[in-house]
């Protein structure tokens, strides 16, 4: 059975910095792109960001203004997303995910872990 978990989220100020962690289990991780998205309140889900298998290409929508960065540990079944300078506008429950492809089309990814909460104050 497949396991997405997410964790680090939690409460900071604006301009503070947070990582959040994935951890997979019950696939063979290195086989999926993994990807970041949020979704706040009322808001449809929005992509923060991807991650190819092997990790050496990322890929984040424009709106992100280069402040975040993804990374992954293959050997851990871990991928992080470090969330830099956070707006309030950040606040969101976060969520990874594993697919086959890298998109930012949430129904391209197959499976998906329960969200970690980010509430920025200002």
């Known amino acids: 059975q497949v396991h997405l978990v997410e964790s680090g989220g939690g409460l900071v100020q604006a301009g503070d910095s947070l990582k959040l962690s994935c951890a997979a289990s019950g696939l063979r991780f290195s086989s999926y792109v993994v990807g970041w998205f949020r979704q706040a309140p009322g808001k449809e889900r929005e992509f923060v960001a991807s991650i190819s298998f092997s990790g050496d290409s990322t890929y984040f929508p424009n709106s992100m203004n280069g402040r975040f960065t993804i990374s992954r540990d293959n050997a851990k079944n871990m991928v992080y997303l470090l969330l830099n300078s956070l707006k309030p506008e950040d606040a969101a429950t976060y969520y990874c995910?594993?697919?086959?492809?890298?998109?930012?089309?949430?129904?391209?990814?197959?499976?998906w872990g329960q969200g970690t909460q980010v509430t920025v104050s200002s």
């Open positions: 995910a594993a697919g086959s492809r890298p998109t930012n089309k949430p129904s391209a990814y197959h499976y």
